[in-house]
């Protein structure tokens, strides 16, 4: 009893278990102890905590404190439940939207997500990437600065790290991407204001670079479409931000004749352009007309409400954490991209007529109505063939498919996990 007791005592210290290997060695040979069961405390055996007896010896249970090391797991065997998530801007609500979707689902599939801002500096970004690489991550999601090159995904896929980019595509290439149909949806946001008389309308917001190009290509594209010329005056370029938005509108209204309408670069802009409205003794949805793009939560929820364009920012986040999973579980997989489809959400901001239609037009059911519909959906059979054409290209690898292989452009970003079988 005396031997007994010591042997307790002195593993006492120790008790911490250094691996789970080991913890299920001790499974095995574990033998629940009576003398424990009548006393809990061990005061027979005189340890705190108790223990238990395998193969005529002593065993200590694990103590209450005892917490598994996973990094050193992740070293032992080689492997990393680390993703790294990059994002450019997150004064911009529409990418924490997105991180919530991404991490959402990674965190399922068991993997814990380190989140680092660029603010749109590619050197910063560089260092970022560096670090991420060191801690070992096991993949990358990463939405680019203005100004990344196109040879960043050759040189992290020379690291052997698997690598989604989302949002902003870096032109042809085989990695996978995730984002959404710029040019479809801006498309549709100007031709709901063309259908609604307007013909002097403005394009605020952006910066020189992929996605304005194709913003732009859409906006082009409704305005050919009437016949009706683009006029490059009323195209005002400046960050995407809230002053951005602001300073854009202040032009914008100063121009003569002075545009009815403006299609935005993206919701934060809008919210922008909302205030220099209000600057002027003007209400977007009474005295001019409005659209934005992403529709993030507070678009519901502005005043007045905002008619933009639904990409579901969470959803994409989702479905570029699907693609990430894949190439991790997959890496010969070929190369995967997700579209999202633009949606039209047409609210108040967006119902201006201003005066373009007689009083009788509006009777007739011309005029706004109650509450938000969605006008496009997924299926947009009237979009123009260029439209559809140029958006399937701007993703496109460099090898043409055969027509028989294509696969129709409106299926795409229909599949369950958000991309197998899409044209690229």
């Not at 424990?36 to 002593?58: I, K, V």
């Not at 009706?228 to 914008?252: C, N, S, W, Y």
């Not at 934005?292 to 969470?314: C, E, K, Y």
């Not at 949606?343 to 967006?350: D, F, N, P």
């Amino acid at each position: 009893m005396h031997a007994r007791r010591a042997f307790a005592t002195s593993r006492q210290p120790s008790a911490i278990l250094p691996c789970p290997y080991l913890k299920a060695r001790y499974a095995q040979w574990v033998v629940p102890s009576i003398e424990n069961e009548a006393d809990p405390g061990n005061r027979r055996g005189g340890a705190s905590g108790g223990g238990t007896q395998y193969g005529g010896g002593f065993a200590p249970r694990l103590p209450r404190h005892y917490v598994y090391n996973s990094r050193a797991g992740e070293l032992r065997g080689k492997t990393s439940k680390t993703i790294g998530v990059i994002v450019n801007d997150l004064t911009n609500s529409f990418f924490p939207e997105i991180l919530v979707g991404v991490e959402r689902k990674l965190v399922e599939a068991g993997y814990i997500v380190l989140m680092a801002h660029t603010n749109e500096d590619v050197e910063r970004q560089n260092t970022v990437l560096r670090t991420m690489r060191e801690q070992g991550a096991a993949g990358l999601v990463l939405c680019p600065a203005y100004g990344t090159p196109r040879t960043l995904t050759n040189e992290v896929e020379s690291w052997g790290m698997p690598l989604v980019v989302m949002v902003r595509t870096l032109g042809p290439g085989k990695y996978d991407f995730a984002g959404a149909d710029n040019e479809r949806g801006i498309y549709a946001a100007t031709r709901h204001l063309l259908d609604a008389g307007h013909t002097r309308i403005g394009f605020l917001g952006g910066r020189t670079g992929v996605v304005l190009e194709q913003r732009l290509k859409g906006f082009r594209a409704a305005r050919v479409e009437r016949d009706i010329t683009f006029d490059e005056d009323l195209l005002v370029a400046a960050k995407p931000t809230r002053q951005g938005g602001h300073e854009t509108m202040m032009a914008l209204l100063d121009k003569k004749p002075r545009p009815t309408a403006a299609v935005c670069y993206n919701d934060v802009v809008v919210f922008g352009a909302l205030s220099a409205l209000g600057e002027r003794g003007m209400r977007a949805g009474k005295d001019f007309a409005l659209m934005g793009f992403d529709n993030v939560q507070d678009a519901a929820h502005s005043n007045p409400p905002l008619s933009t364009i639904d990409i579901r920012p969470g959803e994409l986040g989702e479905h570029a954490a699907a693609i990430l999973l894949d190439r991790i579980r997959t890496p010969a997989r070929a190369r995967q991209t997700y579209l999202a489809d633009p949606r039209l959400i047409v609210r108040q901001s967006g119902r201006c007529q201003c005066g373009l239609f007689p009083q009788s037009r509006r009777r007739a059911g011309r005029g706004p109505d109650v509450g938000a519909r969605v006008v496009a959906g997924s299926n947009m059979a009237w979009l123009p063939a260029s439209v559809t054409k140029t958006a399937r290209s701007e993703c496109a690898e460099s090898a043409p498919q055969a027509p028989s292989q294509r696969t129709p452009f409106l299926a795409m970003s229909r599949t369950a996990a958000g991309v197998s079988g899409s044209p690229s």
